[in-house]
């Protein structure tokens, strides 16, 4: 009889330390990482802050990434300091990757690397989104066409011209894809990018 208490007891202890590492394992595996894309100059303040602040709260972790290391200053005066250069952002790594907006974000318009990181993001099924008119980085990466998409109102035609399904909504998604249409819906961006990754 004691001997079957013994083995009772030790098949307990090993079974409370396997579902103790199970529920480790479970709590690493359901952490979330965001990579968030700055404009080194004139990102818009908003458009960084409150996703972010949404994302964080939301239990994910938000690295950023620009084209310098130093500092990357906002158009009302924030000052970030990236954690990698854009270059240096491996895809697999992040569960989204997030453009955003403000007048600097053109930067990325045309910037090969730029384009990769999205079409690598699109066909691995990760969040892709952007913000104002960082929308447009997506779009001439090719990711938006016949997508619905949202962007800052002066670009619209441009999506358009370039095969998204443009409706000028404040915030729009479609599948994984998200984008917004400036600082107003900066809040919403980031809720729907929190719902995206649940």
């Avoid at 690295?63 to 005066?77: D, E, I, R």
């Avoid at 730029?114 to 892709?128: I, R």
């Avoid at 035609?157 to 917004?180: C, F, M, R, S």
Wanted: net charge neutral.
């Amino acid at each position: 009889m004691r001997k079957l208490l013994i083995a009772a007891l030790v098949f307990w202890i090993l079974s409370a330390g396997i579902f103790i590492s199970c529920i480790k394992a479970e709590g690493v595996e359901s952490m979330k990482k965001v990579v968030m894309i700055l404009a080194h100059e004139n990102f818009r303040d908003e458009e960084f802050l409150q996703p972010a602040e949404i994302l964080e709260k939301g239990g994910v972790e938000v690295k950023v990434a620009s084209s310098k290391l130093g500092p990357a200053k906002g158009s009302q005066g924030i000052m970030v300091k990236p954690d990698m250069l854009l270059s240096e952002v491996k895809v697999n790594d992040f569960d989204a990757v997030i453009f955003v907006g403000g007048a600097g974000a053109s930067e990325y318009w045309d910037d090969p690397v730029a384009h990769k990181l999205a079409q690598d993001a699109c066909n691995l099924g990760k969040v892709v989104a952007a913000i104002c008119i960082a929308p447009v980085t997506l779009a001439r990466a090719g990711i938006l066409k016949g997508k619905k998409a949202t962007v800052w109102d002066s670009e619209g035609e441009q999506l358009k011209a370039l095969g998204a399904d443009y409706t000028g909504k404040p915030v729009e998604k479609d599948g994984k894809i998200i984008t917004a249409s400036g600082p107003f819906a900066a809040k919403d961006f980031g809720e729907e990018i929190i719902k995206a990754l649940k």
